[in-house]
């Protein structure tokens, strides 16, 4: 029965060509991850998705959209068909690569009111907070047009727009103009930088800091705040008059820190400094996460 609910959702969101294909390299050749890169990610979240009892459709030729996701299994997600954001849904909604840290936050002392997902990309994260946090306003920094254009997507066809905010700008330590650069050529690498990077820039963005958002959106305290800004958390985390700043009125940090840019246990330091405890989760290949709360919220057993 599993093996037919797997059939049956990629033969809802491939073209006949495709489903045949993935079928005959996957199965009969075993060469799939050689033949076709982007099916063999796409075979391996359907799967996924399939075994979790989401519910798939192709939408156009460019997307999926994807339902009963969440907590609650109530959201919906646009994500593109041929992109990493397979890779990014997977993360939150299949591997619950934030999971543990949530429900540390849950069982502190002081609720949750406001959110700042500071490198939103397409959503997958503010609809994750979401699902943990359904009282929370989150307020979701992207500065890369089709991202945020997908991002105000999700959060619509989610009837979300009173809870979710969107600005199109990037974090940074002032308010600024600065390029936007690309990493790579996949949807998420993307940052901004001052100097010392060579990467292709694509477009010139605004910034703007955790203390601009607070004052437009009358936040008193920042319940959680997720950075993930492809190396840029350097300048943030090392600019220490301005961090201090920041730390007063926040409680919890989720931060991925991106090695190439600043070293974990430098990151760590930092947080530390500004009066958080911290702990690290370390996983090959990819960014460390570093989870920071202060003392005196400590979460309980």
């Not at 591997?95 to 949530?102: G, M, P, R, T, V």
């Not at 849950?106 to 490198?119: C, F, H, N, P, T």
């Not at 008193?220 to 700043?245: C, Q, W, Y």
């Not at 920041?246 to 947080?271: G, P, R, S, W, Y």
């Amino acid at each position: 029965m599993k093996h037919l609910k797997r059939i049956y959702t990629l033969w809802r969101v491939t073209t006949l060509h495709e489903f045949y294909f993935i079928l005959f390299h996957h199965f009969i050749t075993a060469s799939l991850y050689k033949k076709d890169i982007q099916l063999q990610r796409l075979l391996i979240f359907v799967v996924a998705c399939a075994d979790k009892g989401y519910r798939l459709k192709l939408q156009g030729k460019e997307f999926i959209h994807v339902s009963g996701i969440g907590k609650k299994r109530n959201l919906n997600i646009l994500v593109r068909k041929y992109t990493r954001d397979l890779l990014v849904f997977e993360g939150f909604f299949v591997s619950d690569d934030y999971q543990a840290y949530i429900e540390k936050i849950q069982k502190g002392k002081e609720g949750v009111k406001y959110i700042i997902d500071a490198g939103a990309n397409i959503g997958c994260a503010a609809l994750y907070l979401h699902s943990y946090f359904p009282d929370a306003r989150i307020i979701c920094i992207e500065p890369e047009i089709s991202n945020f254009s997908l991002l105000k997507q999700n959060i619509a066809i989610n009837h979300l727009e009173d809870y979710i905010k969107c600005e199109r700008k990037a974090l940074w330590n002032k308010i600024t103009d600065l390029p936007l650069r690309r990493i790579d050529y996949s949807h998420d690498g993307f940052h901004v930088m001052e100097e010392g990077v060579t990467h292709e820039v694509i477009d010139q963005v605004k910034t703007c800091t955790v203390l601009e958002l607070m004052d437009t959106y009358q936040v008193d305290v920042i319940g959680l705040l997720k950075i993930d800004i492809e190396g840029a958390e350097k300048v943030l985390l090392t600019d220490e008059t301005h961090f201090l700043k920041l730390a007063e009125k926040t409680n919890f940090i989720l931060l991925e820190v991106h090695q190439e840019h600043i070293a974990e246990d430098t990151a760590a330091a930092c947080l530390q400094k500004a009066g958080f405890c911290t702990s690290i989760t370390s996983v090959y290949g990819q960014p460390s996460l570093v989870f920071a709360y202060k003392p005196e919220l400590e979460p309980s057993n």
